[in-house]
């Protein structure tokens, strides 16, 4: 059998920001932690908690522009401002392993993700409504407001693409959504 063939499902998550993915995925992780994250690049300042090495590889402007000259990244794209990526060794070595690999990233990665590998499953995350968007990206409390703008058009963009994906899961139960991406993350 060729090594490709053979490889798990690489599943790609996305959806608007503050939609819950990361909220959805850390709920799945705790209770399954062999489906593996892929830890992007940013050229965004850490939140408040956030660790370097953990929930991103935090890097300056000159940093990103090495990762991408070099090859590095699996995708990239500028978002809201900042630049983000997915380093690409840690993904085939994880794919390569027989282990299940997740992607949290915007539309844009998640296009060329499909391109470079239409293997991979692409799960788009909706909000129950656009109100319920709003009230959970504002109140997460983590952006200014005109951040919290620049997000919000970009997931009018997002929304409306929702069709390009193989899978929507509206996000009102975080517990129900987490099981059903465990679940999408098994089904080869
Ligand atoms: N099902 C849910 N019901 C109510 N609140 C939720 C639900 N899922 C997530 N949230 C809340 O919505 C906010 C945004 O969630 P989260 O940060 O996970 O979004 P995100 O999609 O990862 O955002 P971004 O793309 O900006 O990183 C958080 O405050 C989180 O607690
Ligand atoms: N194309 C990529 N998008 C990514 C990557 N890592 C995260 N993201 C997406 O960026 C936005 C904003 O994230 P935030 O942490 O600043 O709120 C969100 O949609 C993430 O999914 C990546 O490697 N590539």
């Known amino acids: ?64 522009d090495k990762l991408i000259a070099n090859g590095e990244l699996l995708e990239w794209a500028e978002f809201a401002g900042n630049r983000y990526g997915t380093p690409r ?46 009230r959970r990206l504002t109140g997460r409390g983590t952006e200014a407001p005109e951040v919290i703008e620049r997000r919000l058009e970009a997931a009018r963009t997002e929304l409306a693409a929702e069709s390009e994906f193989d899978t929507t899961l509206v996000n009102t139960s975080v517990e129900d959504v987490a099981n059903e991406l465990l679940a999408l993350t098994r089904v080869a």
Not at 37 to 58: I, N
């Open 89 to 134: 060794e840690a993904v085939m070595d994880r794919l390569d392993a027989g282990e299940p690999v997740l992607l949290e990233i915007d539309l844009q990665g998640a296009r060329q993700v499909r391109d470079s590998m239409p293997e991979a499953r692409l799960v788009f995350l909706a909000p129950p409504s656009w109100e319920e968007l709003v």
């Open 1 to 64: 059998m060729a090594a490709h063939s053979a490889r798990p499902r690489l599943t790609v998550l996305s959806g608007p920001s503050g939609v819950g993915k990361s909220t959805v995925v850390a709920h799945m992780r705790k209770e399954h932690p062999e489906v593996w994250l892929s830890v992007s690049a940013t050229t965004r300042r850490p939140r408040p908690g956030e660790r370097d090495g953990v929930h991103y590889f935090f890097v300056d402007d000159g940093e990103f």
